[in-house]
């Protein structure tokens, strides 16, 4: 393409060293609408709904919601501002390598990439959960005690593989796809709130606001007994499970036009709108619950107790469900593409395994299909080695926490270099709040590292109930930990180079042309 043809999203890709490979087909709405579906508050905003109230109960599930909401919202502002300075694909690797350097920004990419696998099977496990126990089992009147893990590995496979299907034909489809999805959420959310509300036996709004300390057996052992503090902060886990992967709408940022004034929009939008709406159904589900000490009592059955009891009883109430269940199968259709993209920018500087394949294009469709591919093989090993270990809580768990540290990385890097290393900047800036909300990252960040660690512990042998150890989240942190020392250490300090700087992007710009000639001529 030629120079004078090109436009300011290409010049900027250019100027980062990179080629245009990927087809720019997202505005505004639908850079919001795919982070607004991973987000999804009818999937983390249900299926985690037992945790707050397991843990702090009302006050937990609402004024713990909003706490969570708003530091998701900082972190969202934090990654906004640096995100309208480098609209890439992957980007909270690429900013971590600028901000922070080669082994920041390497690391990021790998505990990024860690959270992004986890979320993909961490939502179609509640996708297949929901499908199974309240569609076939509550609807349909089916016996699905039989089901075994072995029939969960093949569905979520199976599902995975039509979400990487859709991926596969382009982003056109995708975003069609998400837009939908951003609608439907919407119009669900608040059917969902006024039959939640009908169902309630009074509407007292006193018992959203009782803290009360459910861990242990009072909460059906959700969580580990614990303090009251303790507990209320378990219970931010419920809006940080939900609240999350809305670095998609950067991820994307090559396939959106105007990105250096868009992406970060499409960030805030999503966190804003999914606390507005997330509250709001908060608040209808727990007028529904005629015992709080009760449901809390019944532990993870709580969410499906209250849904059978107070939406299922009627034909709008089984519509519903239908539109839950297309809601999460299109969650987790955007956490594919997020991945692969992730995956395709990391490769793109040769950061992981077989790059050379995982950073390709298919002329055609102008996607990543192999990081697609890639993206769904390995989430389905990953639920499958995971089942049946009993272990999936801590993966489902990890998701959350993986993804938040990965967030505030470039926001730590940028609190040390942005006015002195960091001297480019977008449309979008937080000035004087930058500095204080990137501490808050900082310490929310700690935060969550161990209110993670603490919500699954290591659960011992049994020889009465014949169950083995199962490693709580620790174990899992402590390898990765080892895992990365060995692989830095060991090749990628010698190996990688990292994203192209300084003279190194002048010397590809005859490359970059040649990439766009090649996939341009088909």
């Given amino acids: 393409m030629a120079a004078g043809h090109m436009s300011d999203d290409e010049k900027i890709l250019h100027g980062m060293g990179y080629a245009q490979e990927l087809h720019r087909r997202m505005g505004l709405f639908q850079s919001f609408a795919i982070s607004f579906s991973i987000i999804c508050i009818l999937s983390g905003g249900l299926g985690s709904f037992p945790i707050a109230m397991s843990t702090g109960g009302g006050l937990s599930l609402t004024v713990g919601w909003l706490v969570g909401g708003l530091f998701a919202l900082v972190v969202a502002a934090g990654l906004g501002q640096i995100a309208s300075a480098y609209p890439t694909a992957g980007g909270l690797y690429h900013w971590s390598s600028i901000l922070g350097g080669r082994f920041w920004g390497w690391a990021t990419a790998y505990v990024n990439l860690l959270g992004l696998l986890f979320v993909v099977p961490a939502v179609n496990v509640f996708l297949y959960s929901i499908t199974r126990d309240l569609f076939f089992g509550a609807v349909l009147g089916w016996d699905v005690s039989t089901w075994t893990t072995t029939t969960q590995i093949v569905s979520v496979a199976a599902i995975t593989a039509v979400q990487a299907l859709l991926n596969h034909f382009g982003i056109k489809l995708t975003t069609m796809l ?54 209320f902060a378990i219970g931010l886990l419920y809006p940080l499970f939900t609240i999350t992967g809305f670095d998609a709408s950067a991820h994307t940022a090559e396939e959106t036009k105007d990105a250096r004034n868009t992406v970060h929009k499409g960030m805030l939008h999503a966190v804003l709108w999914s606390i507005l709406f997330g509250f709001l159904l908060i608040m209808s589900m727990v007028m529904a619950v005629p015992d709080m000490k009760a449901a809390a009592a019944t532990g993870w059955a709580s969410f499906n107790n209250l849904f059978i009891a107070s939406i299922l009883s009627s034909p709008i ?13 299109l969650c987790a259709l955007a956490c594919v593409t997020s991945t692969s993209r992730m995956i395709y920018a990391f490769a793109r500087d040769d950061g992981l395994p077989f790059s050379g394949l ?13 990081a697609i591919w890639a993206t769904a093989i390995l989430t389905s090993v990953l639920t499958a080695i995971t089942t049946p270990l009993g272990a999936f809580a801590a993966l489902s768990t990890g998701c959350a926490m993986y993804l938040y540290i990965s967030y505030g990385m470039p926001i730590i890097a940028g609190f040390f270099t942005e006015g002195k290393t960091w001297t480019v900047y977008g449309s979008f800036r937080l000035g004087a709040l930058s500095k204080p909300f990137a501490l808050i990252v900082m310490v929310g960040t700690v935060v969550v ?23 709580g989240l620790v174990y899992y942190s402590m390898g990765f930990l080892v895992f990365l020392g060995v692989l830095w250490f060991g090749l990628e300090n010698k190996r990688f180079k990292g994203p192209p700087v300084g003279d190194q992007i002048a010397k590809r710009q005859a490359t970059i042309a040649a990439q766009e000639r090649a996939l341009d001529a088909g």
Avoid: E, Q, W
Avoid at 317 to 329: A, E, M, P, Q, R
Avoid at 358 to 370: D, E, I, N, W, Y
């Fill in 317 to 329: 109430g089984k519509l519903l469900l239908v539109g839950v269940l297309i809601s999460n199968f």
């Fill in 449 to 471: 590292i161990t209110i993670g660690h603490v919500f699954v512990p290591s659960i011992a042998a049994d020889p009465v109930a014949k169950t083995g150890f199962v490693p």
């Fill in 178 to 231: 998400t837009d939908f999805s951003g609608y439907l959420i919407f119009a669900v959310t608040v059917v969902l709130i006024g039959m939640f509300f009908m169902a309630a036996p009074s509407l007292d709004f006193s018992k959203a606001f009782i803290f009360v300390n459910n861990t242990g057996a009072a909460g059906g052992d959700v969580a580990p007994a614990s303090s009251a503090l303790m507990a």
């Fill in 358 to 370: 995982l950073k390709s294009v298919s002329p055609k469709h102008r996607t990543p299909v192999a």
